[in-house]
């Protein structure tokens, strides 16, 4: 047997106001026609009035929570992935543990951008591993537009808000085909900072800052990027990629998930795509995904799912569960 970390429940949660390509339009110089050809985005959600990135995490814990069977009572362990936190401090990770009422637990936010969630996943297993907690919620969530230039179409068209949320739990598993993660691997490089970021913090302008973002550069970097590292996680779990049953790729455009599926000779089929209905949600995209594909009935118990995402930084990793 192997104490893994086990998925046991999933959730998810996007703000009221959908917005489609066409209301883009009469805001920037874009149509429905550029941003479904270069992209596949055909709508996002956007946050309202009292809507925020931790209001959003908390419905996802709560769904996780409730799909899980799990009471908030027993969570020993909060990370929380975003690149838009409700306050400068304290952690939004906080804020959902007030909310869920938990008392006493570890909570922290993970700044990792678009690989937020695949960063707080990965320390979360090895906390769970390591006997550090037994039972944790890993959430994604974001409101991405609220730093977005609403008067850069390079940018505004491609973002959208929400959360997603894992319950994750300490188990001893069967060593050759038992539930969990069976391995992950997490990349960075600094020097990439130009290519993707906000023009502001608190350190710096003392501003919040905006999106910034050279498209092609950071498009030609994920590929490569994303085909590495799923690469890498699939030998070190020593899993073939025609084994593996579905891919929950970060959602930043179509084009992306199709080059990085052909590059492993992945069906295409087995890759889980909502970038048409919610954009880029950066952190939450991930744990969205897999909520989706889980509450379709798509991704089952046993399947083998490879989660992948890049960011921001640049940062990037994967990780290979049974789920
Ligand atoms: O989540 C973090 C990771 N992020 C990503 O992975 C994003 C990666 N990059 C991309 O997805 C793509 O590069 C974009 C979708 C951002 C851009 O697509 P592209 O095919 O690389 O377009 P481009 O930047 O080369 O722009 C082509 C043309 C330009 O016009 P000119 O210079 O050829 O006249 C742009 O000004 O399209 C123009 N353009 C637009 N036109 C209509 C750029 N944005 C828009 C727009 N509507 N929204």
């Known amino acids: 047997m192997t104490l893994r970390s086990v998925i046991e429940g999933t959730g998810s949660a996007l703000p009221r106001r959908r917005v489609d390509n066409a209301e883009l339009a009469t805001m920037v110089d874009t149509s429905d026609e550029w941003i479904v050809e270069r992209t596949g985005i055909r709508t996002r959600y956007i946050a309202g009035e009292g809507e ?3 209001s959003l995490a908390v419905e996802a814990a709560r769904n996780a929570l409730d799909a899980a069977g799990v009471a908030p009572a027993e969570v020993d362990l909060i990370i929380l992935a975003t690149a838009t936190p409700d306050q400068t401090f304290p952690a939004s990770a906080t804020i959902v543990q007030a909310a869920l009422g938990i008392n006493d637990c570890v909570a922290f936010d993970v700044a990792a951008v678009c690989s937020g969630f695949l960063y707080a996943l990965t320390v979360a297993d090895n906390m769970l591993r390591g006997g550090g907690a037994k039972t944790a919620l890993v959430i994604g969530a974001e409101t991405m537009s609220r730093i977005l230039d609403w008067e850069d179409r390079t940018t505004c068209v491609l973002f959208g808000d929400g959360a997603g949320a894992v319950v994750l739990r300490a188990q001893e598993t069967d060593d050759h085909d038992g539930r969990g993660i069976l391995a992950s691997k997490l990349h960075a490089d600094g020097r990439h900072n130009g290519l993707l970021n906000v023009d502001g913090g608190p350190s710096t302008t003392g501003t919040v800052g905006k999106v910034r973002m050279k498209g092609q550069d950071v498009f030609r970097h994920a590929v490569v990027n994303l ?4 690469r890498e996680v699939l030998e070190l779990a020593s899993i073939d990629a025609a084994d593996v049953n579905w891919v929950v790729p970060h959602q930043a455009n179509a084009r992306i998930l199709d080059a990085t599926a052909r590059k492993l000779g992945l069906d295409p089929a087995r890759v889980v795509v909502t970038v048409d209905r919610h954009a880029n949600t950066s952190a939450a ?3 969205l995904a897999l909520d989706t594909a ?8 046993g399947d083998l799912v490879v989660l992948e995402a890049m960011g921001g930084g640049f940062t990037w990793g994967a990780s ?3 789920f």
Do not use: K, N, W, Y
Not at 227 to 230: L, P, S
């Open 294 to 301: 889980v509450r379709d009935g798509r991704i089952e118990q």
């Open 52 to 54: 925020t990135t931790a």
């Open 320 to 322: 290979v569960l049974r």
């Open 285 to 287: 995209s991930v744990p």
């Open 227 to 230: 085909a590495q590292v799923m």
